[in-house]
């Protein structure tokens, strides 16, 4: 797996896509996993990254590969629907459902025909990239629709995500509104070296101590984290919120082999039963752009570790860019990449008023030291460097 490579089912370019739609209309959607699952990247699918660690020498080119086009990640939006909805009340509205997903799907074929249509090519490759299935804490007739993991470029560029707008007129989705909505994201667990993975869980440890400015507020200990602005959900029993150990100890977990992370499923970022980190802080949305902006935010995430663990090797004093918020707004402000989410930080995001570090077994500096002694002052661990 030096690099990921185009997979999927090849169709015809002239062939009717109504075939294709209504067989996914009557007979539904396979749920997305093992190798059924595919990317979209760029203008193609590529197969998934199923393990959750892979050699340095092949993670080598594949994260230049992710840096460069894109962090696929996979959404599970989590939707319940307005009383007035015209299917609130039906017995079995599963073919309606699989409508929704049948069109969403085909939203993906039209992106991938036109390319090949461009291309001069006779043939694309398609898999399913929607599905949908029911989930025991939703109500309203709720539904949970399933992407397989998308770039934020492939999504924006296929429309991957407007299909609730362009539905909503007559199913009334509850997003953020639902009682019981969740967007969770998954990434994939095996796209990161160590050092990499440890800066990750501590930039996420540092947006949820990060409480934001508010004027005028009353007790700025308590106003909300960076992580609830940006995923606009209040941390509860289904996304909690954690200490975190303290560098050494984390390493020390990984390299016991990452299925010993812990993989409970109520916190807000965890190891995922799917090799994937979870993501659990995101509120549920129906608005295509707020999907866009998510998933750009853990791309940016991403890239800005991965950044900051190629300049600690010349300068140890990189890693203290994890622990401040500003500076990653700063990175993600100076690239062109990701245009949802330089507006919704310039509408959302007015600085840092306080970290609260209460229950903290370790102060920020020591873990600096204790990811250089590990990474950066001992050469031969420096595995991952390009």
């Not at 230049?64 to 039906?90: A, D, F, K, M, T």
Request: proline share 4%; charged share 25%.
């Amino acid at each position: 797996m030096a690099r990921l490579t185009p997979r999927g089912r090849r169709v015809e370019v002239s062939e009717a896509d109504e075939v294709i739609f209504r067989q996914e209309v009557n007979n539904g959607t396979s749920q997305l996993s093992g190798r059924s699952m595919k990317y979209g990247l760029g203008t193609n699918l590529y197969q998934p990254i199923r393990d959750n660690s892979i050699p340095v020498d092949e993670l080598r080119p594949l994260r230049e590969q992710l840096v460069r086009y894109g962090l696929p990640v996979g959404v599970e939006l989590e939707l319940e629907l307005e009383q007035g909805s015209y299917i609130h009340n039906e017995a079995a509205p599963y073919q309606e459902f699989n409508k929704v997903v049948a069109r969403a799907n085909r939203h993906i074929r039209n992106y991938l025909r036109a390319q090949s249509l461009e291309n001069g090519w006779e043939k694309f490759r398609y898999a399913p990239m929607c599905s949908v299935k029911t989930d025991g804490s939703l109500g309203h007739n709720g539904r949970e629709f399933v992407y397989a993991p998308m770039t934020p470029d492939f999504a924006r560029a296929s429309n991957a995500y407007g299909i609730f707008t362009e539905t909503f007129q007559d199913y009334m989705w509850m997003g953020h509104h639902g009682p019981n909505t969740g967007g969770h994201m998954h990434i994939p667990l095996g796209a990161f070296s160590d050092q990499q993975l440890v800066l990750f869980y501590k930039l996420f440890e540092h947006f949820a101590d990060s409480r934001v400015n508010v004027e005028g507020h009353p007790n700025p200990e308590i106003a909300a984290r960076f992580i609830q602005i940006i995923g606009q959900r209040k941390l509860n029993r289904w996304a909690k919120w954690y200490r975190m150990k303290d560098v050494a100890s984390y390493h020390r977990d990984i390299t016991r082999g990452r299925n010993n992370l812990s993989g409970n499923r109520m916190f807000i970022v965890e190891r995922s039963r799917h090799n994937t980190i979870e993501h659990r802080w995101p509120n549920g949305t129906y608005n295509a752009d707020r999907v866009l902006m998510r998933t750009s935010f853990l791309n940016a995430a991403y890239n800005f570790t991965y950044m900051v663990e190629q300049r600690s090797y010349s300068d140890p004093t990189a890693v203290e860019d994890i622990f401040d918020v500003d500076k990653f707004v700063q990175f993600v402000n100076e690239q062109n990449r990701w245009p949802e989410l330089k507006r919704y930080l310039r509408r959302n995001y007015n600085g840092i008023a306080i970290v609260t570090d209460r229950g903290r077994n370790t102060t920020v500096l020591e873990d600096i030291e204790a990811y250089n002694d590990l990474f950066v002052n001992e050469l031969e661990h420096a595995e991952g460097r390009v």
